[in-house]
Nanobody
Framework: QLQLVESGGGLVQPGGSLRLSCAAS????????IAWIRQAPGKGREGVSC????????YYADSVKGRFTISRDNARNMVTLQMDSLNPDDRAVYYC????????????????WGQGTQVTVSS
């Protein structure tokens, strides 16, 4: 069974940091492009970042560029999202997803999704 499990969410003050992790079971993340996708209350899902399976190239939405960093650890079969300088607009459920391509903000190509982890930014 292909499964992704996110962890690392929580409550943080504005300006703070969180590190989200996405662990895979049943398959090797190294063979997939991986995305972090978020859904804020009352809004649609937004592709925040992705990392390509082929050359490790990355994409960041303009709203997080310079603050978030995606990376993969193939030995541990994990992908992480380091989130710095968080602000209240970053509040959302964050999902990791695996698929064949990292195509910028496009999220329709991802086949396997995790359950999500809540990130809340509040003072």
């Amino acid at each position: 069974q292909l499964q992704l499990v996110e962890s690392g969410g929580g409550l943080v003050q504005p300006g703070g940091s969180l590190r989200l992790s996405c662990a895979a079971s049943g398959f090797k993340l190294a063979y997939y492009s991986i995305a972090w996708i978020r859904q804020a209350p009352g809004k649609g899902r937004e592709g925040v970042s992705c990392i390509s399976k082929s050359d490790g190239s990355t994409y960041y939405a303009d709203s997080v560029k310079g603050r978030f960093t995606i990376s993969r650890d193939n030995a541990r079969n994990m992908v992480t999202l380091q989130m710095d300088s968080l602000n209240p607009d970053d509040r959302a459920v964050y999902y990791c997803a695996a698929g064949p391509y990292c195509l910028g903000p496009e999220i329709s190509t991802y086949d396997v999704w995790g359950q999500g982890t809540q990130v809340t930014v509040s003072s």
